[in-house]
């Protein structure tokens, strides 16, 4: 569906986001047909650039982070020609007089303010936006984690956002809720009979969810080093995901009847006080590969490249169901999982000879390959009497999507367009932020009250010994991660 004209500021154009995401993403949607022409993307930043180079700039990053495929010399021309420039420095007034004067509030034209900016700027950006006349009921604000680094922090940043701009005007990204199978998984639960019925503790055994990456910190060092797996990953990406899987139908796909749901979900997190539910490593060197000290650059880091906790939603639907959750970089392959495990079949009817049957196990699989497969116990087909084996049903749409041609869409894709939109449904709001880091930080605090060293583990391996032994003593195990 398109959307109307809009105008779209991007601070901070020059940089990485800038370049591999987001000018991609809007290429996309003028290339299938949802951008219209009429739209104006800005990019901001401190360099003192003409449009043209500007263009040319974006051009480039069309070349590098756009399939050959999908780039038209036609659509090319059509979306350089939206873009503009304007030099704005964050930290002083200047060039925001400029911006404004090229930016006179339209009618039913939406203004969006994307600060792809270090996280110290967002709450002077969003002053000098409100001080420059252009935080108006059209305007959008949209910034991107780290949304603070502590509770105290996140909430001096939201009170800073409301002090200039209402919070259906803020539009907090976690790219995770842009995934294409993210958001299957709440078609899969709401637009289905079959499995709300299951999806309580009476029947499942527990949930595993998985971020693993095989990238180092390599070039990130300076932001990640003192940050860590927990606030990196867990505060925010997973701890949306286990948001989906947790919460209740809400009663309508509306941003605060979702966003209503998924809070009720972060304040049902149990406390966490047992430091032995909680394992935390840092990869070592091996063979040839760089330690995470030595790709950091920092030679006593106590900072974890990777967490694997035991979580409990403290609710009548989850009570005594284990959430386990691990991340962590560096390890033997990219895959990022949802894995809900549901209990056995109470009761055999099969002779021990049939063999045993397995759990059922509903994987939503968000990269790579994405899709959802249910594994399942069937008889072996054949003659060979009464024999149980596992099988799977498989629903991969990378599959699906290749046979059809279909580009599986990058998040900011739909998270962009949902900003022009005025659809908060896929953006945090600053409660959810406040609740997740109300329940990281306590764990946080323990490792730093008691010193803890995160354990090493080796490049390329399934993560520290530690993370085994975390399901092993409730006599479960980990999913490969294959
Ligand atoms: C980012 C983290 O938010 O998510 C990175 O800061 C991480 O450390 C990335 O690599 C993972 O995203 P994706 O989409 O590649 O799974």
Same mark, same amino acid.
């Given at each position: 569906v398109p959307v109307d004209p809009f105008d779209l500021v991007v601070f901070g154009a020059t940089g990485d986001l800038a370049r591999r995401k987001l000018i991609p993403a809007l290429y996309h949607r003028l290339h299938d047909g949802q /951008? @219209?022409?009429a739209a104006r993307i800005v990019g901001a930043a401190r360099s003192d650039l003409s449009a043209d180079a500007f263009r040319n700039m974006a051009a480039e990053a069309l070349e590098e982070f756009v399939r050959p495929a999908d780039l038209d010399a036609q659509t090319q021309k059509r979306f350089l020609s939206c873009i503009d420039y304007a030099q704005v420095d964050a930290t002083s007034s200047e060039g925001w007089s400029d911006l404004a004067a090229a930016m006179p509030p339209r009618e039913g034209r939406p203004r969006a303010f994307y600060l792809?900016?270090? @996280? !110290?700027?967002f709450g002077p950006m969003a002053e000098r936006i409100h001080e420059a006349g %252009? +935080?108006?009921?059209?305007s959008r604000i949209v910034i991107e984690k780290p %949304?603070? =680094?502590d509770l105290a922090s996140a909430r001096e940043l939201n009170a800073t956002l409301a002090a200039h701009f209402h919070e259906h005007q803020v539009y907090r990204i976690d790219h995770y809720l842009g995934k294409e199978t993210v958001q299957n998984l709440m078609a899969l639960r709401f637009a289905n009979a079959l499995f709300e019925p299951l999806w309580n503790a009476r029947h499942i055994d527990h949930v595993q969810i998985t971020v693993a990456e095989?990238?180092?910190?390599e070039g990130r060092g300076p932001y990640y080093d003192g940050v860590g797996a927990m606030r990196d990953m867990v505060q925010n990406h997973m701890l949306q995901l286990l948001c989906l899987i947790a /919460?209740?139908?809400?009663? !309508?796909?509306?941003p605060d009847a979702v966003r209503d749901e998924k809070l009720k979900v972060l304040r049902a997190l149990? @406390? =966490?006080? =047992?430091?032995?539910?909680v394992v935390r490593g840092q990869y070592a060197a091996a063979n040839g590969t760089a330690s995470y000290r030595e790709d950091a650059e920092s030679p006593d880091s106590r900072t974890e490249s990777y967490v694997a906790l035991k979580a409990e939603v403290a609710n009548w639907r989850w009570s005594g169901v284990p959430f386990y959750l691990r991340t962590g970089k560096r390890l033997r392959t990219r895959v990022s999982e949802i894995a809900v495990v549901f209990k056995e079949?109470? =009761?055999?009817?099969?002779?021990?000879?049939?063999g045993r049957w397995a759990q059922n196990v509903l994987a939503i699989r968000l990269? @790579?390959?994405e899709g959802i497969t249910l594994g399942m116990t069937i008889k072996d087909p054949g003659?060979?009497? /009464?024999r149980l084996a596992p099988a799977v049903l498989d629903m991969t749409f990378a599959d699906a999507m290749s046979s059809s041609k279909l580009r599986m869409p990058d998040a900011y894709e739909r998270l962009v367009m949902d900003v022009i939109r005025g659809d908060q449904t896929l953006f945090m709001r600053g409660d959810e932020v406040e609740a997740a880091w109300e329940w990281v930080d306590p764990i946080i605090a323990g490792w730093e009250e008691r010193g803890d060293r995160p354990v090493s583990y080796d490049p390329? +391996? +399934?993560?520290?010994?530690d993370a085994l032994m975390l399901l092993h003593r409730d006599g479960r195990r980990w999913r490969e991660i294959a």
């Amino acid at each position: 569906v398109p959307v109307d004209p809009f105008d779209l500021v991007v601070f901070g154009a020059t940089g990485d986001l800038a370049r591999r995401k987001l000018i991609p993403a809007l290429y996309h949607r003028l290339h299938d047909g949802q /951008m @219209p022409d009429a739209a104006r993307i800005v990019g901001a930043a401190r360099s003192d650039l003409s449009a043209d180079a500007f263009r040319n700039m974006a051009a480039e990053a069309l070349e590098e982070f756009v399939r050959p495929a999908d780039l038209d010399a036609q659509t090319q021309k059509r979306f350089l020609s939206c873009i503009d420039y304007a030099q704005v420095d964050a930290t002083s007034s200047e060039g925001w007089s400029d911006l404004a004067a090229a930016m006179p509030p339209r009618e039913g034209r939406p203004r969006a303010f994307y600060l792809s900016v270090a @996280p !110290r700027f967002f709450g002077p950006m969003a002053e000098r936006i409100h001080e420059a006349g %252009l +935080s108006g009921a059209d305007s959008r604000i949209v910034i991107e984690k780290p %949304l603070g =680094h502590d509770l105290a922090s996140a909430r001096e940043l939201n009170a800073t956002l409301a002090a200039h701009f209402h919070e259906h005007q803020v539009y907090r990204i976690d790219h995770y809720l842009g995934k294409e199978t993210v958001q299957n998984l709440m078609a899969l639960r709401f637009a289905n009979a079959l499995f709300e019925p299951l999806w309580n503790a009476r029947h499942i055994d527990h949930v595993q969810i998985t971020v693993a990456e095989s990238v180092g910190v390599e070039g990130r060092g300076p932001y990640y080093d003192g940050v860590g797996a927990m606030r990196d990953m867990v505060q925010n990406h997973m701890l949306q995901l286990l948001c989906l899987i947790a /919460m209740e139908p809400p009663g !309508r796909f509306e941003p605060d009847a979702v966003r209503d749901e998924k809070l009720k979900v972060l304040r049902a997190l149990a @406390p =966490h006080d =047992h430091p032995e539910d909680v394992v935390r490593g840092q990869y070592a060197a091996a063979n040839g590969t760089a330690s995470y000290r030595e790709d950091a650059e920092s030679p006593d880091s106590r900072t974890e490249s990777y967490v694997a906790l035991k979580a409990e939603v403290a609710n009548w639907r989850w009570s005594g169901v284990p959430f386990y959750l691990r991340t962590g970089k560096r390890l033997r392959t990219r895959v990022s999982e949802i894995a809900v495990v549901f209990k056995e079949a109470p =009761h055999s009817i099969f002779p021990a000879a049939s063999g045993r049957w397995a759990q059922n196990v509903l994987a939503i699989r968000l990269q @790579p390959d994405e899709g959802i497969t249910l594994g399942m116990t069937i008889k072996d087909p054949g003659p060979g009497g /009464m024999r149980l084996a596992p099988a799977v049903l498989d629903m991969t749409f990378a599959d699906a999507m290749s046979s059809s041609k279909l580009r599986m869409p990058d998040a900011y894709e739909r998270l962009v367009m949902d900003v022009i939109r005025g659809d908060q449904t896929l953006f945090m709001r600053g409660d959810e932020v406040e609740a997740a880091w109300e329940w990281v930080d306590p764990i946080i605090a323990g490792w730093e009250e008691r010193g803890d060293r995160p354990v090493s583990y080796d490049p390329g +391996s +399934s993560g520290p010994e530690d993370a085994l032994m975390l399901l092993h003593r409730d006599g479960r195990r980990w999913r490969e991660i294959a």
